[in-house]
């Protein structure tokens, strides 16, 4: 055997090797998903969304946990969006290339790698606690906002980074002040991009569930809040709190939850493709 | 316009401004010639230093213009052909100031008879017309007009190579007449050359239109400049 | 006796990236509605002195100046010069054909918009005529509302050229505005400057020597930072006075 053959077999080798690693993911989540829709998706009707929760299984639905999640959604999306973009903005264009800029840098880098759990502690003591906001919605959604905040950031910059140096020169040439070139260039030319990166990290943050057990989210809530400082759950909450009972109708619940808010994410998804796409088409440079 | 066009006019313009400059002095230069009027030869010669700075001026102009727009292909020969025909221009003005300084020497008026004899009259009016019509190729150009002033040419050579004996029996019959003789020789030898210098422009000019290299194509006898 | 006041003028401008010295000592003295052409090798420093005309450096950090710039007169490195000002009466045209990613019109008027001018007729008014200066009107007259990314490179340069004239510089600096375009397209933009010329003072830097002979009034040659020779561009171009600039000129460098 030649040395150009043991090449040629170590590189089939490695490609059924890598076909292998694919298909185990893709199978695990196949099997999951397919496992998940035979369980719950019989339980999935009108009244399963609309129902308040329930101590008997077959009358309990998702009201109150969905109108959670979408609460938490909105008012998580209304604070990290101007907190994150204002954030990457000064990173990006305002603070010089400094040690302490660089020191800065790096740890939003790292926040972004922080545990969720960490982030409900940290939410626990400031918004629950010093500012007595109770295990309430806002109280929710300031620590989610929390948690996404450094994948906003990033994904700001680095939208912002790809406007082309050329656009902000024709803008400066013609007068414009700093604030204006951002303002009319650089943030209409990035916002595709940015809005992408605030759906991704939104889609992340509808999916947690421990930073708001921390924080004092229900399990049980009877009616479906109305105000931002209204108690709440959401459904990863409602969905842990099913698995956990011993009655086998709960999990049929559970599953029907999860195919619930699977849904959510995927749109979420979803939408941030489209946009990438459309931004991809829209602007050549 | 673009720049380039703007500058070949202005480089046509300047070369025709010679050009009615040089006329000016040939056709002053018969009347001088004939009238024995120094006053006007002494004006003629006068022009040439004219005729020199536009000279200069064109071969500056030309330079100019290869230096800053790098001309090709029909731009390139109409420059190559101005730069020609300014030479040969500045020629027939020198001429043209020879056959005054002759005409200073000369105490009368050439006589009707010898003059038509020797058929220098003619010569001069051949070699005008040559020189008004090469100007009109220039400005608007034809082809055949252009190959006919090629023809003219051999009518004053044929008069120049005949017209030695004319003047040698002038001489031999009016011993008092010598110089007028040789004086008018020297002008017919001139004239000659004006033909030359005219055809060498039409060539040119053919040259330009057409990118054809008509020089040295005939077999005529080309007289070296004396 | 007064002195004469340029249009443009440099004394003694030195200008640093750091520790790299990219401007040494440069004097010159531009006239008014005239086009002057920057030539030299990459990196000579020919666009960092355009740059430093309407203060484009200033976003380079480590970048400074020392000596004065004078426009009419004016120190543009003084403290009370307000920079978006200066900007208004110098325009630049870059390299690259760089429309805004929106309308044609808008494209226009940006510059009238950031002054905070919102009267329609008169940025109607002010589009058309810039588009019209820049030869572009006739062409893009019906699809003003168009995006100027549809553009061609050539017509997108020209639009460049339309919207600085826009807000009515008295100085046009051009950093290679040919590089990036087709032939017939720089032949347009060169014939466009010899009209420019007639209002505008333009300053223009070129790698393309035919070009700076074919539109430029005078030449300024720099190399390794210095101004080695700054004349009438016929002079320049046909007896240069110095061997660098010769050398150069003809293609023998080095």
């Known amino acids: 055997m030649t040395n150009s053959d043991i090449n040629r077999y170590k590189d089939k080798a490695f490609q059924i090797f890598g076909i292998f690693c694919t298909l185990i993911g893709l199978v695990v989540l196949a099997v999951f998903l397919i496992d998940i829709a035979i369980d719950g998706i019989s339980r999935i009707d009108w009244d399963f969304l609309t129902s308040l929760p329930s101590r008997r299984a077959s009358s309990a639905g998702i009201y109150t946990a969905w109108a959670g999640t979408l609460w938490i959604l909105v008012l998580t999306a209304v604070i990290a969006f101007p907190l994150g973009v204002g954030a990457a903005v000064y990173l990006e264009e305002y603070s010089r290339k400094t040690k302490l800029a660089n020191f800065l840098e790096i740890n939003i880098a790292n926040l972004a790698g922080v545990p969720s759990i960490i982030y409900g502690l940290l939410g626990l003591e400031i918004f629950v606690r010093q500012m007595r906001l109770g295990g309430s919605l806002l109280a929710g959604a300031l620590t989610l906002s929390l948690l996404i905040l450094p994948i906003i950031i990033v994904t700001t910059r680095e939208s912002i980074k790809a406007v082309p140096r050329s656009v902000r020169d024709g803008s400066y040439a013609l007068g414009a002040s700093k604030w204006q070139t951002i303002w009319n260039q650089v943030l209409p030319a990035s916002f595709g991009g940015i809005l992408t990166g605030i759906i991704l990290a939104l889609s992340r943050a509808v999916g947690e569930a421990a930073p708001l057990i921390v924080i004092g989210a229900l399990a049980y809530v009877p009616f479906a809040p109305t105000t931002p400082l209204d108690e709440f759950t959401v459904l990863p909450i409602q969905i842990f709190n099913w698995t956990s009972r011993p009655q086998e109708a709960f999990l049929t619940n559970a599953a029907g939850a999860i195919i619930v808010l699977l849904c959510i994410t995927f749109l979420l998804n979803g939408i941030a493709v489209y946009l990438r796409l459309r931004q991809q088409k829209k602007v050549k440079w | ?226 | 006796m007064s002195k004469k006041v340029y249009k443009l003028e440099a004394k003694n401008l030195n200008a640093y990236y750091g520790n790299f010295h990219a401007l040494k000592g440069i004097d010159i003295a531009m006239e008014e509605k005239a086009v002057t052409a920057f030539i030299g090798p990459s990196g000579c420093g020919k666009s960092t002195f355009l740059r430093t005309f309407n203060r484009m450096n200033d976003f380079i950090e480590g970048f400074r100046t020392e000596g004065d710039i004078l426009l009419d007169g004016r120190d543009i490195y003084d403290k009370k010069i307000r920079v978006d000002e200066l900007r208004k009466e110098v325009g630049m045209v870059f390299q690259k054909p760089n429309p805004f990613p929106k309308s044609i019109f808008e494209n226009v008027v940006y510059g009238l918009r950031l002054q905070g001018i919102k009267n329609k007729a008169v940025l109607q008014e002010t589009a058309e005529k810039s588009l019209q200066r820049a030869a572009l009107w006739s062409e893009v007259k019906d699809n003003l509302n168009k995006s100027a990314l549809a553009l061609s490179g050539g017509q997108q340069q020209r639009l460049c050229i339309a919207r600085a004239l826009a807000i009515s510089p008295s100085v046009l600096l051009m950093d290679e505005p040919a590089s990036a375009l087709d032939p017939i397209s720089t032949a347009k933009i060169e014939e466009l400057i010899h009209e420019l010329k007639n209002d505008y003072t333009i300053v223009i830097v070129t790698h393309n020597m035919q070009q700076a002979g074919r539109v430029s009034d005078y030449t300024a040659f720099f190399y390794m930072g210095e101004l080695v020779e700054h004349s009438k561009t016929k002079a320049l171009f046909t007896s240069p006075s110095d061997t660098r600039t010769q050398n150069y000129i003809t293609g023998r460098f080095g």
């Open chain 2, 1 to 226: 316009m673009p720049q380039i066009d703007i500058e070949l006019n202005k480089l046509q313009e300047k070369l025709l401004e010679m050009w009615d400059i040089v006329e000016y002095q040939l056709s002053s230069s018969r009347e001088a010639m004939l009238t024995n009027d120094v006053e006007l030869a002494g004006k003629v010669i006068k022009l040439g230093k004219k005729v020199n700075r536009y000279d200069v001026k064109i071969d500056r102009q030309c330079e100019n213009f290869f230096a800053l727009f790098n001309p090709v292909a029909v731009d390139l020969r109409q420059v190559l052909s101005v730069l020609k025909i300014n030479a040969n221009l500045e020629r027939i003005g020198d001429t043209a100031e020879g056959i005054c300084r002759i005409v200073e020497k000369l105490h009368e008026p050439i006589s009707q008879e010898l003059a038509a004899e020797s058929r220098l009259l003619e010569m001069y009016d051949v070699a005008l017309s040559m020189f008004v019509a090469s100007r009109q190729v220039l400005i608007t150009y034809d082809p055949v007009a252009a190959r006919e002033i090629l023809k003219q040419d051999k009518l004053l050579n044929k008069i120049y190579r005949k017209s030695d004996k004319v003047i040698a029996s002038f001489m031999n019959n009016n011993p008092a007449g010598i110089e007028v003789g040789l004086h008018l020789y020297n002008i017919i030898k001139k004239l000659e050359r004006v033909g030359d210098q005219v055809t060498n422009i039409a060539e040119e000019i053919i040259f330009y239109r057409d990118a054809k290299v008509l020089r040295h194509k005939a077999r005529k006898k080309k007289k070296k400049d004396q």
